[in-house]
């Protein structure tokens, strides 16, 4: 086996893993307030998140992406490309969050609002360097540090939020455990950095390499841009149209699908790098590589849509009262799940090959369909419109995508359709299953029974192999030497 391909296995085995876990604390946590804190002020705390995490892209304009895709190329440059990288950062930094400061005081918002965005600003300047030093470390192929980093984090927010609230401190000291968690893995990752990779931090301004840096990054700032608004917009504009007690509805419906995110994120931060260099050097591989991506993310994707969907109000049961009417925004959500998963595996292959401009079109696209959907809906819908806004314009990305792959691969697209078609039998049969069995048994046992009958059911449709399975546990098993045996 290739050690590139090794590297993706281990890469996606160990990181994925992370994020499991840093997704069920995050989760958990976020049950905990959201019961704790009842619809509006939720609201008010993560539309203070939404609002900052909008501007966040203005302090990195798609420096991350490029730092990994040229590291990822040229190894021995990672030095005076992440210094030049980081003298841009800085003075950026520092114009966003002058600009957070003075839009949220023009827009009127309450004294306890503006709190939470001055928190929210912090971390989101500590998070944009925290994300340019392990931007490094993909390029490096490695993932290691930042999964620790990813766990770390979530349990001082875990940790800090369950003394807030045993205190009763209020929300104020909520958005303070996020920054203290931010402030942990900004010196986390930029130690790593100086320690493991031997990059001295030195922010430097070269002039003619930062022309260079600069114009390849412009399409990511662009669809980092696209992104963020499409991203967060939906809360912002609750928040204005709807109130607080909307976004707060919305957001167990919007914190659900953005947990399940982890799989097709820890997926595609080693699919990224890989894809860059099978395009400089091996375009059968990345045929094939491609094929087995879209695979996993549809084998992953189907079966937690139509099962969320299927026990939607026994999920809505883990809030408090007052959380009622988050079940039909959260099934509209689900919808847009698969399109959500195969959406990063389509982006990834669009960013390596040189086709930013195109992903970046594509999402600019999807931006202005959902701003004026939002528009449209929200006012007479609340919650459930931005809910269709998301389901639709996630279907538009993926169309808008996947016809270009053919233009930068010759793939199989019939064993994919092939596979879709094997995973959406299994999916609806398991849904089936959980939908009659959710009124006689606990939803988590239902879970767990319905997970066993739709693997089950793939092995039976030989969706998967033994092989495939024995590959996976082994990615945990292998040491560096026995890779570079390889």
Same mark, same amino acid.
């Given at each position: ?292 991506? #879209? +695979?996993? *993310? =549809? $084998?992953?994707? @189907? ?5 969320? /969907?299927? %026990? !939607?109000?026994?999920?809505? &049961? ?54 004026? #959907? +939002?528009? *449209? =809906? $929200?006012?007479? @819908? ?5 809910? /269709?806004? %998301? !389901?639709?314009?996630?279907? &538009? ?90």
């Amino acid at each position: 086996m290739p050690q590139k391909v090794v590297n993706i296995a281990k890469n996606t085995s160990y990181y994925t893993l992370a994020l499991v876990i840093q997704k069920v604390i995050s989760f958990t946590y976020f049950v905990i307030i959201a019961r704790a804190l009842g619809p509006e002020d939720l609201g008010k705390y993560y539309f203070a998140i939404s609002f900052t995490t909008i501007f966040a892209v203005f302090v990195d304009i798609g420096l991350s992406n490029v730092l990994t895709r040229e590291i990822a190329k040229d190894q021995s440059r990672a030095p005076e490309l992440v210094n030049n990288v980081l003298g841009v950062k800085i003075p950026l930094s520092l114009l966003s969050l002058g600009a957070v400061v003075l839009i949220i005081n023009l827009l009127g918002y309450p004294e306890l609002t503006r709190q939470l965005v001055y928190l929210s600003s912090a971390c989101m300047i500590l998070d944009s360097f925290t994300l340019t030093f392990f931007s490094v470390a993909r390029g490096y192929h490695n993932l290691s540090f930042e999964s620790i980093a990813s766990v770390v984090f979530q349990l001082i927010v875990l940790g800090a939020g369950l003394i807030t609230l045993r205190l009763g401190y209020g929300i104020r000291p909520l958005a303070a455990a996020l920054v203290a968690a931010s402030t942990f893995n900004f010196f986390y990752s930029g130690v790593i950095l100086e320690k493991k990779w031997r990059v001295k931090i030195r922010p430097r301004l070269d002039r003619e390499l930062l022309k260079k840096i600069l114009a390849i990054a412009l399409p990511f700032a662009i669809f980092g841009i696209f992104q963020r608004t499409y991203t967060y917009l939906d809360s912002v504009l609750l928040s204005s149209l709807a109130g607080d007690r909307a976004v707060g509805i919305y957001q167990v419906a919007f914190k659900i699908i953005f947990a399940l995110q982890f799989l097709p994120m820890a997926f595609s931060a080693s699919l990224y790098p890989a894809f860059a260099n099978y395009w400089a050097n091996n375009r059968r591989q990345l045929a094939i590589t491609f094929e087995r991506a #879209m +695979n996993y *993310l =549809l $084998i992953i994707s @189907l079966p937690i849509t139509i099962g969320i /969907i299927a %026990v !939607a109000d026994k999920v809505a &049961l883990l809030f408090k009262s007052g959380y009622e009417d988050s079940v039909l925004p959260l099934r509209i959500n689900m919808l847009a799940l698969v399109f959500v998963f195969l959406n990063f595996g389509v982006g990834a292959i669009l960013n390596a090959c040189d086709r930013q401009k195109a992903n970046t079109f594509n999402m600019g696209v999807a931006v202005v369909v959902s701003i004026v #959907m +939002n528009l *449209l =809906l $929200i006012p007479r @819908l609340a919650a459930v419109g931005a809910s /269709i806004t %998301v !389901a639709a314009t996630n279907l &538009l990305m993926f169309i808008l995508g996947i016809v270009i792959v053919p233009k930068i691969v010759r793939y199989d697209s019939r064993k994919v359709v092939k596979m879709a078609a094997k995973v959406l039998v299994s999916a609806l049969i398991m849904g089936l299953i959980a939908f009659y069995l959710k009124s006689y048994m606990n939803v988590f046992l239902v879970v767990g029974l319905a997970g066993i009958v739709y693997f089950a059911l793939l092995y039976f449709f030989r969706a998967f192999t033994r092989n495939d399975i024995l590959s996976i546990i082994d990615s945990f098993r292998r040491k560096p030497a026995e890779e570079a045996l390889e």
